[in-house]
């Protein structure tokens, strides 16, 4: 099996997978690109996670040559590795670079798109042209089978969020739903998995929690670290006057499970926090250059939980509105235990039930339907 992540959040999905995968057949070997999650799974990675991990359109530009390299070397070693499937997992910028140019040395091996793009919203020409190189694509979320059925998109089907599966370790006891409660309150500081987004929003999330002490009287700052970013993190904490505590990727969820609310980017975080009950607010921040090309995206939120629901629960900021006043007006009320936190915790449990509907082990679900696609014995 060769598969192909692009991000952090696409490597603690792929470890999730491999773990289904080899749970239903303990011979399988795998090969390909991940993460440090990916790596516990056992899987050598070509390259560091973090030369892929790229968002919008000038960064890719300007790292093109290692990009362009990147996709030659992962092409090659999975025509070379010779593998049942070619298991692609979000990062469509790269992932499906890749996926072309092996459909095109190698017709006959499947190839499954697990984490559908967002056709829905950016782009909805994409879901027709995966036809030529994607045999069926696994959803995470409800509403996207139908979503490319109306695009004229490849097999589509919803598997479930893979988070499930992390549940126990979302949900918090007794004792830190008490220290949620307690003094000082924790705050986590969520600025995103690739290095544009970091570095856009570092400087806001120090201005606004020096804003929110001044409020709020004393808090403590979690900011958890994927390692490709470490150094644009440091980069950024220059410019803060409160110094947070730096968190590995296994204090994560611990820390979720004690934090009162969090400012975080948007993106597979904002899910976590919804399944953890953490009440937060979004921001978000693209090049200016890109900026105009907002008219082309087709949905109301960008923020997940708001998708799942149908509605704008979560207070979202982009670009020019993604400001140090407007983001700690937004998150005052949600550390204080108000209406505004109550509304916002009774709709994520919403999104909650939206979330388990789909049953248990998604990943399981999508390891079933892999494996539905290799032939070889």
């Not at 516990?40 to 890719?60: H, K, N, T």
């Not at 490319?148 to 598997?159: A, I, K, M, T």
């Not at 934090?259 to 597979?268: F, N, P, W």
Request: charged content about 25%.
């Amino acid at each position: 099996m060769f598969l192909i992540a692009g991000e952090a959040s696409g490597d603690l999905l792929g470890a999730l997978l491999m773990r289904a995968l080899r749970a239903l057949r303990p011979d399988m070997r795998f090969s390909g690109v991940g993460g440090e999650a990916m790596a516990r799974e056992g899987l050598a990675s070509l390259f560091p996670l973090g030369d892929i991990a790229v968002m919008g359109l000038l960064s890719p530009l300007r790292r093109l040559p290692q990009l362009l390299e990147r996709i030659d070397r992962a092409s090659r070693a999975a025509l070379a590795a010779e593998p049942d499937c070619l298991v692609l997992i979000d990062a469509p910028d790269f992932t499906h670079r890749v996926a072309r140019r092996v459909r095109r040395a190698r017709p006959a091996l499947p190839i499954v798109d697990y984490v559908s793009p967002t056709v829905w919203a950016w782009r909805p020409g994409r879901a027709r042209a995966m036809r030529a190189y994607v045999d069926e694509v696994l959803a995470l979320l409800p509403f996207e089978p139908a979503a490319h059925r109306r695009l004229g998109g490849p097999d589509c089907v919803y598997v479930g969020h893979p988070l499930l599966d992390c549940l126990e370790t979302l949900t918090p006891s007794p004792a830190e739903l008490a220290m949620r409660e307690a003094e000082p309150p924790l705050l986590l500081a969520l600025p995103g998995s690739r290095r544009a987004e970091v570095s856009r929003l570092m400087p806001v999330f120090g201005e606004t929690m020096d804003m929110l002490a001044k409020t709020c009287g004393p808090f403590d700052v979690a900011l958890p670290v994927v390692p490709h970013v470490a150094e644009e993190i440091e980069r950024g904490l220059t410019s803060w006057r409160l110094r947070p505590h730096l968190l590995s990727q296994d204090q994560k969820f611990p820390a979720f499970r004690r934090a009162r609310a969090a400012l975080v980017a948007s993106g597979a975080a904002t899910l976590e926090l919804a399944l953890a009950d953490v009440p937060m607010a979004v921001a978000y921040k693209v090049a200016p250059i890109e900026w105009p090309l907002r008219i082309l995206v087709s949905v109301d939120s960008i923020v997940l939980p708001n998708l799942v629901l149908g509605e704008r629960l979560v207070p979202e900021f982009l670009q020019g509105r993604a400001t140090p006043t407007a983001l700690a007006a937004a998150l005052e009320p949600l550390i204080r235990d108000g209406v505004e936190r109550g509304a916002q915790r009774r709709g994520l449990a919403k999104v909650r039930e939206h979330v388990l509907a789909a049953g248990d082990s998604p990943s399981a679900r999508a390891a079933e339907r892999i494996l539905t696609h290799i032939t070889k014995p």
